[in-house]
């Protein structure tokens, strides 16, 4: 499948730079992919919200299941850098596309950080293919960005001499959680623990008696990939099922691992911008009003050079942060900061978009009122930008004190 996609130009906000020979031309295979097979399709798809198996299935024959994981489980593993570019190129055709296989990539890392070679060599091999699909459960009806608030609770327990836990508790908002394998759990092992947050660990559930998961959960875009409610009721999982073999680490694991995931976020709201910006361009050289193309008026023309500046500062700070990322050294500070800042381009340049377009901005026959409603994602997901900012200003101080 590969060979079809192999000869491809580059869009006009591309930036290859960075990038090895062989990750360029694997940006390149995913971006003719995207031309040919999702974009022709993606507005049915979306606006009957209907999932896409088909293209998720080409997702995992391309290898973008893998892209996380690397050797000894896996020989297609990327640099942050090429994964941001890919899931640039995913999110411009698709953003829910993009979704599909980002909380399956943080996943990835917490298992290949912080894993035991058991749990490693269990579901490794086939996450990267895409036989074994993971996501994470954070976010509780009541607890919101405040994940050491949560009440998800997992008590030591044994049933037929089997050591384990039993867990009850909700989840909500955890998106692909119905076509999921495994999930990552964030509960709390010891309730009682003060900080609360050395009480938390993650357990690798999979399709379980007791774990139940609910409706699908109505939303203004992000269309097509499920985002559902999940519930626990005395659900066992065996004691194997706590990730690296510890309790109490849950809280630190997870935010390691929500680094890449906000760098994943960021490059779906790119993604989102490049294609609002393209789709305008394209407008504002074909349409005409008084003799000419409206992009020499000067209110369309700021439009375009503004949406072009944005998106091009938001890719260079998101690149900044994949590259600290591949370091291995802590990177909370540069993904929030790329997370935060492209998220809201994104909002401001698919509503320029609209602007450009005009009445016709507003119609479901043009992609442009698509980009508008999937843009607000980025903004409230992997943390909403009120808790990057938390962030953020936690970390310039703590730098600052280090000097």
Known sequence: ?????????????????????????????????????????????????????????????????????????????VSGRCYARITEEIARGWMSLSGAFGGHSVVSKLLTRHGTSEQQDRYLPSMATGEIRATMALTEPDGGSDLQAIRTV???????????????????????????DVVALLCKTDPQANPAHTGISILLVEKVPGFTVGRNLPKLGYKGVESCELSFDDCFVPANALLGGVEGQGFTQMMGGLEIGRIQVAARAIGVARAAFDDALDYATQRETFGQPIWRHQSVGNLLADMATQITAGQRLNYHAAERFDTGVRADLEAGMAKLFCSEMASKV????????????????????????????????????????????????????KR
């Open 1 to 77: 499948m590969l060979a079809k996609w192999q000869a491809v130009g580059m869009s006009l906000l591309e930036s290859m730079d960075g990038l090895s020979a062989e990750e360029s031309e694997f940006v390149d295979v995913i971006s003719k992919w995207v031309d040919q097979e999702v974009r022709p399709v993606v507005r049915d798809l979306e606006h009957s919200d209907t999932y896409p198996a088909e293209l998720i299935d080409q997702m995992k024959e391309l290898g973008i299941y893998g892209l996380a994981i690397g050797e000894p489980w896996n020989s297609g593993a």
């Open 154 to 180: 997992a008590q030591p327990a044994q049933r037929e001499g089997v050591d384990g836990y039993v867990i009850n508790g909700s989840k909500t908002w955890i998106t692909n959680s119905r076509m999921s």
């Open 350 to 401: 698919t509503l320029d978009a609209i602007r450009i377009h005009g009445g016709h901005g507003y119609s479901t026959e043009f992609d442009v009122e698509r980009y508008y409603r999937d843009a607000p994602l980025m903004i409230v997901g992997e943390g909403t930008n009120e808790i990057q900012r938390n962030v953020i200003a936690r970390q310039l101080v703590e730098r600052r004190t």
